[in-house]
């Protein structure tokens, strides 16, 4: 668990400053955003033109440990987390 809230609080960290590739690196080849923007190359786009639209934080509230999958949420997540089984 404590590796996964470090991964996360990273990629918090590097989307907070829009740093796409430093986020991006901390996350598989597969990773998804609410499962319709799938893979490095769409996350890309989809976060360049979210964040011409309007200015996003997030910030790591919860984490927990279910079964063998570990997950953390924020304060206003509704969806799914989008990290989940992200990492590398």
């Given amino acids: ?6 991964s ?8 907070n400053q829009r ?4 986020a991006l690196a901390l996350m598989s080849d597969s990773v ?8 490095e ?3 890309r786009t989809y976060w360049s033109r979210q964040w011409k639209e309007f200015d ?3 910030n790591q509230s919860r984490c927990s440990t279910k079964g063998r999958q570990d997950s953390c949420t924020g304060p206003s997540t509704r ?10």
């Fill in 32 to 39: 998804s955003e609410g499962g319709r923007v799938v893979g």
């Fill in 19 to 22: 740093n796409i590739d430093g």
């Fill in 1 to 6: 668990m404590t590796q996964t809230k470090s």
């Fill in 8 to 15: 996360i609080a990273q990629a918090y960290s590097a989307f």
């Fill in 56 to 58: 996003p934080h997030v």
């Fill in 41 to 43: 190359d769409e996350i």
């Fill in 79 to 88: 969806e799914k987390p989008w990290w989940r089984g992200a990492f590398r």
